[in-house]
């Protein structure tokens, strides 16, 4: 109750101090008692509202903020899960989750593609994780979505309804959406009928019969080729859905600062007032303060907060580092977050340590290295050899070299050994002159500043 109330009060809903339990009286084949607990005249929470960030063809510096309304949120009972075994033409039923206490949060529908809906859901995750009121795991199971599709032409009303259930990751949903709306169209465009059924996502097989005009491209959530919807049963109209009073529960009460009953055993009672003032800062808020505290892009923020635990990396790294916040974001977003993707790593699970980092950003600020040489040592951290960034430095002799006479000598070497790139040069083409750079800088193991080095050889070439 109280998780569902946090939730409420951070998704701007109205909650309902007297909210009722009802009995789905149909036959639940996979919950012992034959039937499902839920809130369906008076839930515990109403019209609230969702943002989110959509984003406009691939490109975090265009993003498009949209907002779904919430109709209601509602506590019920969970399911068990049937498991069908067509082989031997039985059916098994794991009843671990039957009974326990689910939040089901009912958008109203304000969306329009696939996309929209996905990045709706992403936010809504970010959210129940920082309140810590849903551990928000997709692929285990800790959150699912069921997607309402319906399409219908301009001005008209909506049309009929299909429900896509038990959808377990983002991009699959945006998949399945898109899927639908496709599928539904080709049906009324053929002359056919939409039924009111039950429908759910195959992401192995089929493809998408054809793209949706939406002003955006899928893009963030991944490929949307393949995946189709089929179907699993029809709705049968309203009397497949029989409501009544829950007669085994009364109505729950929930009270504020006001209403609170004088000597009430704060464990035996919900107030509303105080789980406001336990409100942690939710993941709009952090993204304006990363903005305003750190002076950072604000598609910037977005990468920082969407990824668990990067945000936290970046101020650990901001607080021991004397550079820019601007030259950490690139340190991070650009080379670690790579490396992370391309390893499949979580930022947990990241072998180079927030104060690991900050020291080679130190190095690099104190201009005791080079920028590629930073590079190396950066590899070097990678591979969790156990060395600090100094004793790599050290050990691999990284350090910058300033010696004028030093690398004057390098780059007259390079100069003599590539005169058609020197003829080039003093021809107008000052493009061949990062070629030269590069080559003394493999000389030199990436030891020298790359500034200096072209000064050398702009003098040489000229």
Partial sequence: VEAAVMTSLALNCTINKKSLFDRKHYFYADLPAGYQITQQRLPIAVAGSLTYNLLVRQKWDQVVTKTVRIKQIQLEQDSGKSLHDDTRSQTLIDLNRAGVGLMEVVMEPDMCCGEEAAAAVRELQLILQALGTCQGNMAEGQLRVDANVSVHQPGEPLGVRTEVKNINSARFLARAIDFEIQRQTDVLESGGVILNETRSFDYKSGSVPGQVSTGTVLGWFGDCSTGCTTPMRDKEGLQDYRFMPEPNLPPLILYDNKTVPAHADPQQVVNIDQIRERLPELPNVRRSRLVEQYGILPEHSFTLVNEDGLMEYFVSVARETKAEPRKIIGWIIKDLLGLLKQHSLNVS??????????????????????????????????????????????????????????????????????????????????????KLIGLVQRELKGRADPVQVKTILEEKTS
């Fill in 349 to 434: 699970q990241c072998p180079i340590s927030p104060m690991s980092m900050a020291e080679l950003l130190n190095l690099l600020e104190a201009g005791k290295v080079s920028s590629s040489a930073a590079k190396q040592v950066f590899q070097e951290l990678w591979k969790g050899a156990g060395s600090s960034a100094s004793q790599i430095v050290q050990k691999l002799d990284l350090g910058l070299l300033r010696d004028r006479s030093t690398l004057e000598q390098i780059c007259r070497t390079v100069i003599d050994s590539h005169q058609e790139e020197v003829r080039a040069i003093r021809g107008g083409n000052k493009k061949v002159l990062n």
